[in-house]
């Protein structure tokens, strides 16, 4: 069964930081191009970051550049967020997601974590 | 940044009637070297992650119930389902995968009249 299980969501003050894992199981991980999309609670979902399977090229929102740093570990098939700088608008659900086809990092999602929660208060 | 809009913001129909949801994005989406729309369409239930439901704007997920569909090219988008069920009821979004920042239309909630 393919499945991504994040961790690392937790309660930190403003201008901390914070990691966030994802563990990926089921599926060739090295191939795929994986990301990060985030939700605010009862709210809609907005894309954050992007790393390659290739050669882990990396792209991101706007709001987090400079700020969070996606990676990989192709040995332990696990997708990293670090956080720093943070803010009380970085406040969301964070989910790993998976795009349909491990060609390519312009796809469709087909396989989501189930979130893990950031929350970023005094 | 391409701007995805849905509406309505929020829909009720009625058991077994048709629902329909409206996408628009602020630049087309189609590719013109492959002819495919990059715009797919997720469900989310309460407590869960979205759920992909369409792809290539039109194309149905694998276990998808064919009462689900999707049309539309370029920047207009719909997705429609034929036959309200219960189990429908959720938030819809259309996501566009054409150009980073990939972005999220803000959302449509589908309940039962």
């Known amino acids: 069964e393919v499945q991504l299980v994040e961790s690392g969501g937790d309660m930190v003050q403003p201008g901390g930081s914070l990691r966030l894992s994802c563990a990926a199981s089921?599926?060739?991980?090295?191939?795929?191009?994986l990301s990060w999309v985030r939700q605010v609670p009862g709210k809609g979902l907005e894309w954050v970051s992007t790393?390659?399977?290739?050669?882990?090229?990396?792209y991101y929102t706007d709001s987090v550049k400079g700020r969070f740093t996606i990676s990989r570990d192709n040995s332990k098939n696990t997708l990293y967020l670090q956080m720093n700088s943070l803010r009380a608008e970085d406040t969301a659900i964070y989910y790993c997601?998976?795009?349909?086809?491990?060609?390519?990092?312009?796809?469709?999602?087909?396989?989501w974590g189930q979130g893990t929660m950031v929350t970023v208060s005094s | 940044d391409i701007v995805m809009t849905q509406s309505p913001d929020s829909l009720a129909v009625s058991l077994g009637e048709r629902a329909t949801i409206n996408c628009k994005s602020s630049?087309?989406?189609?590719?013109?070297?492959?002819?495919?729309?990059?715009l797919a369409w997720y469900q989310q239930k309460p407590g869960q992650p979205p759920k992909l439901l369409i792809y290539?704007?039109?194309t149905r997920e694998s276990g998808v119930p064919d009462r689900f569909s999707g049309s539309g090219s370029g920047t207009d988008f719909t997705l429609t389902i034929s036959s309200l069920q219960a189990e429908d009821v959720a938030v819809y979004y259309c996501h566009q995968y054409y150009s980073t920042p990939q972005s999220f239309g803000q959302g449509t909630k589908l309940e039962i009249k």
């Open positions: 790393i390659s399977g290739s050669d882990a090229t990396t």
């Open positions: 997601a998976k795009p349909r086809l491990s060609t390519t990092r312009v796809d469709s999602f087909d396989i």
């Open positions: 630049q087309s989406v189609l590719s013109s070297s492959n002819n495919k729309n990059y």
């Open positions: 290539w704007a039109s």
């Open positions: 089921g599926f060739t991980f090295r191939n795929y191009a």
